[in-house]
Every structure is written in C-alpha cells, then in structure tokens.
C-alpha cells in the first residue's frame, strides 16, 4: 500500500450506544441522524423469537433456535443479551465489529441495562444518553401514545425516573425538548469524536512521513 492510499484508508467506525427512558424520543432521534447519515449503519439483534409476517430476516433481526443462542452465550458471541417472554435478544458482537472495522459508524440502540453490559465488553464506544426536557413532559408524552392505564403510567413513569439517575454513567446527555434539535446534536458529537486526537494522530504522522 502506497503513502497516499494509507493515508485514505478508512478509519474504524464508532460505536454510537443510545438509551434514555421509555417516551424519551431515543427511537425517533436516531431515525432522524440515520436519515441525515445514511453511511451510518444500525446495530442488528439476534433473536429466538418467530419473525413477523412484515420483518425480514437480516434486516430487522437475525433469527435462531435457543439452541443456536444458548450456545452463542457460551461462547462468549454477545455484546450483550436479555430474556423477555421467554425468547432471547442479543446483540451479536462479530456483526458489529466486521462493520466498524469496516469503517462504519453503528448506532445501538439499547435500554440502560443493556447499554451497561455493552460498556462492560466496549468501553471505547461514545454512550449517549436521551432525556426529556421534563418529568412532566415525559408524562405527557407517554399519555399521547394512549397504550397505557393509569396505573401502568405511574409505574412507567416510576421506571423512567430510575433510569434517569444513571444518566451520568453516560459520555454524553442529550435534552430532547425538540427532536431536530436533538438529532443534530447526537450527529455533532459523532463529527467531534472522529476528529479526536486519539482517533487521528496516526494521520497526522502520516502527513509528517514517520
């Protein structure tokens, strides 16, 4: 590889883990900076779960047996996993990092618990954390949706309030009052981290010929 073909060969990608509280906008944000950088690709769960008539394989998730699962837990294949209604759910670790070594940026889009087991495995990943500008905003937000009753929306809301107080756990705290706004600010820390020291200092003796 010559001089000026090592000094445009892609940089690995970055790890970009999203969580926040239910209603938060976390979904809806990451929509948005996906449309704004479509280069940036999105984390894919393995699950032992049925697909839905409308999901693709490969595209919404990877299916297997529990079997298949059971045996990639042993081995040490997941960033992360979770059991829920008795199906698993896993972020499998070899797809993410063929892509970042790929050079692709990937966004992952996980709940608090799940974003500290990657952090356990990953710990060079930026870690961003959505939050509403307001308990009562979330409130309000989550009535909106209509799904849930009253009872269900004290405890949702019980629930949020205890995953905000991990938010310092996070690299980075975006407030989402306005999704755009928000958006735009999760695509200005991934443009600020590419360009950290750490990140381009092999180009820079590059440039200098060392």
């Given at each position: 590889m010559s001089s000026e073909e090592k000094f445009f060969e892609r940089e690995k990608g970055i790890l970009i883990v999203i969580s926040g509280p239910s209603c938060a906008g976390k979904g809806t944000v990451c929509r948005i900076v996906r449309e704004n950088r479509p280069e940036i690709r999105l984390s894919i769960s393995e699950t032992t779960r049925s697909p839905r008539n409308y999901e693709v394989p490969?595209?919404?998730?990877?299916?297997?047996?529990?079997?298949?699962?059971?045996?990639?837990?042993?081995?040490?294949?997941?960033?992360e996993y979770a059991t829920v209604y008795d199906?698993?759910?896993?972020?499998?670790?070899?797809?993410?990092e063929n892509l970042l070594e790929e050079g692709y940026d990937v966004i992952l889009e996980?709940?608090?618990?799940?974003?500290?087991?990657?952090?356990?495995?990953?710990?060079?990943?930026?870690?961003?954390?959505?939050?509403?500008?307001s308990m009562k905003e979330l409130r309000r937000r989550i009535e909106m949706r209509g799904t849930e009753s009253a009872e269900q929306m004290e405890m949702r809301l019980s629930c949020a309030y205890d995953e905000m107080t991990n938010a310092d756990d996070y690299s980075y705290i975006v407030i989402n009052q306005d999704?755009?706004?928000?958006?735009?600010?999760v695509e200005s820390i991934i443009t600020a981290e590419k360009c950290r020291t750490e990140r381009l200092k092999n180009k820079v003796n590059d440039i200098l010929g060392r």
């Open positions: 490969g595209k919404d998730y990877f299916f297997v047996t529990k079997e298949e699962f059971k045996q990639r837990i042993e081995q040490g294949k997941y960033l199906n698993y759910y896993g972020t499998p670790k070899d797809y993410v996980i709940d608090i618990q799940g974003a500290a087991k990657v952090r356990e495995n990953y710990k060079e990943g930026i870690y961003i954390f959505i939050a509403p500008p999704k755009n706004v928000a958006a735009h600010q």
